[in-house]
């Protein structure tokens, strides 16, 4: 702990710029900040803004998009250094042996909160008839029998296709529709387009929230836990990491974002901007956001960071 003299009022902000660079500068091994990125919209934005950041701070950050089992397989295997994507409760079953063994490590304050993760559909079918999980299966033959999903190795994809195999809410003759998150989004959307009748996997933080009329299921609790598959995004990483690069663990640390932050910023990349340029244009837009997100943290080589952060993006 940084410690000083009684202080009079005109010195307190050198003192706070003092104790930031008291703090000693990660090892040259840290550089490389390795992120995973699961495909989804909300982790490239995150992982974005993580990104530009500790670029700006002298780091070199790069992202391996892998499907969640591989994630936590290569935060094990120390492939992988930072993942912001962990979404709990719908994640839990995969990582459970992982956390359980020691092998990765969770932080303890989520970096979201108010979140949800569940089926839903376009407000036509709402009105239509189709409000719940129950429903579902009265419509099997407007949705052409299937619930489309995202990536294959998804959490979701499977709690769908565990519903399926167990024909809970009637769903045992239903098919699981796997692409991707860009794939499943089109497919929505020529729905919408034609007014066809389709049930997805719907979740808040995303652009579709406010680009798309869409309803979310009720009756889905068993399946995605309550309130609508209300989650918490968590942040991921080796057990040790902290040890070895404290002063990225400690920015990552203090990164906590809003369901309203992650709309606005995934819009342009469901667009197809590069994230890093996205979330360069949004922090320049809201550079308040970086005096707590860059508390104690420094640059690679021990500096004050949120000047040099500041001053990369050139705000002031």
Not at 34 to 61: K, M
Not at 106 to 115: D, H, K, R
Not at 164 to 178: D, R
Not at 191 to 220: C, T
Request: net charge neutral.
């Amino acid at each position: 702990m940084c410690r000083f003299p009684l202080l009079k009022t005109g010195a307190l902000a050198c003192a706070a710029v003092l104790c930031a660079s008291a703090h000693a500068a990660d090892p040259a091994a840290c550089k490389d900040v390795r992120f995973a990125d699961v495909g989804w919209t909300d982790i490239a934005a995150t992982t974005g803004v993580a990104s530009t950041i500790l670029g700006a701070l002298g780091y070199a950050p790069t992202k391996t998009i892998a499907s969640v089992p591989i994630t936590f397989a290569g935060l094990k295997s120390k492939q992988i250094d930072v993942f912001l994507g962990y979404w709990s409760p719908t994640m839990d079953p995969i990582i459970e042996p992982f956390t359980k063994s020691g092998s990765i490590k969770v932080l303890s304050t989520p970096n979201l909160t108010g979140a949800k993760y569940t089926l839903a559909v376009p407000d036509y079918v709402y009105q239509g008839g189709l409000k719940s999980f129950q429903d579902i299966a009265k419509y099997a033959d407007k949705l052409q029998g299937r619930i489309y999903g995202i990536e294959p190795g998804n959490d979701g994809n499977a709690l769908i296709q565990k519903m399926i195999g167990a024909n809970q809410y009637g769903l045992g003759k239903f098919k699981l529709v796997e692409s991707s998150e860009a794939g499943m989004l089109v497919q929505v959307n020529r729905a919408v387009r034609e007014k066809q009748w389709i049930v997805f996997l719907g979740w808040e933080p995303h652009p579709m929230n406010v680009q798309m009329k869409i309803d979310y299921l009720s009756g889905g609790d068993a399946v995605f836990g309550p309130d609508y598959g209300a989650a918490r995004v968590l942040t991921a990483e080796p057990p040790d990491y902290a040890a070895r690069c404290p002063n990225v663990a400690k920015f990552v640390s203090n990164l906590q974002f809003t369901t309203a932050i992650e709309n606005h910023l995934m819009v342009p990349i469901a667009n197809k901007e590069d994230p890093n340029k996205a979330a360069a244009d949004w922090l320049r837009g809201n550079p308040q956001v970086l005096d707590n997100w860059l508390a104690g943290v420094t640059t690679l080589d021990g500096k004050p960071g949120l000047p040099a952060v500041r001053a990369s993006l050139g705000v002031h």
